[in-house]
């Protein structure tokens, strides 16, 4: 059985065979299913959902609500914030064309891969099969249906780039000198622009 090393609270139904890892917490009502893997120093919180196999990476908050479908991956320092959906089907239907009830064999999941650092806010909804960049912002209520790049703040429906992020989390400030570099206000890492794409330009 795999190692649950983290807090899991009373009323929290955690399969025995999820792993969660040291310093985690599992809060009320939450639902861990079979071989999750959830990292060190993680939030699950009350009410949330996250599904069989679904990997976690370490520093993940998951909060309140929200629903993890497999096979999502959740690389380290994710957010999820309150009633975020992560779907998992891209033609849901409850029956086949014949009318009877649609099993596990009916169907392909297919998952929403979060990169490292990604923010996704409160009630969005993620459209699987799709890619969150790494420290992308999704703003609140948003529902993403395509890929979103690294750094992206991307918001509304279908959700789309308004500006860039850096990795505090605050949107980039335009160099007026070099329409292609920007600055980060909190931490100040300057990035460079080359078409669709930002990266953090080393002095």
């Given at each position: ?161 308004i500006g860039w992020v850096g990795k ?36």
């Amino acid at each position: 059985m795999p190692a649950q090393l983290g807090y899991v609270h009373a009323s929290a139904d955690v399969a025995e065979s999820a792993s969660i890892a040291s310093g985690s917490k599992i809060w009320h009502y939450a639902q861990v299913r079979e071989n999750a893997v959830i990292g060190e120093n993680c939030i699950v919180g009350r009410g949330a959902y996250v599904g069989t196999g679904v990997e976690v990476g370490d520093n993940c908050k998951i909060q309140n609500y929200a629903l993890v479908y497999e096979p999502a991956k959740l690389a380290r320092g994710v957010f999820i914030g309150p009633a975020v959906v992560l779907t998992n089907d891209h033609f849901p239907r409850a029956i086949n064309a014949d009318g009877t009830p649609k099993s596990a064999d009916n169907w392909q999941p297919v998952g929403v891969d979060i990169r490292e650092g990604a923010s996704i806010g409160a009630g969005a909804t993620c459209v699987a099969p799709l890619v969150i960049g790494r420290w992308a912002l999704v703003g609140s209520g948003s529902v993403v249906v395509k890929d979103v790049p690294d750094f992206a703040l991307v918001v509304g429906s279908p959700a789309r780039r308004i500006g860039w992020v850096g990795k505090g989390g605050q949107p980039l400030t335009a160099d007026p000198a070099d329409s292609s570099l920007y600055v980060c206000p909190a931490t100040g890492e300057r990035y460079r622009q080359t078409d669709q794409h930002l990266l953090i330009e080393v002095d």
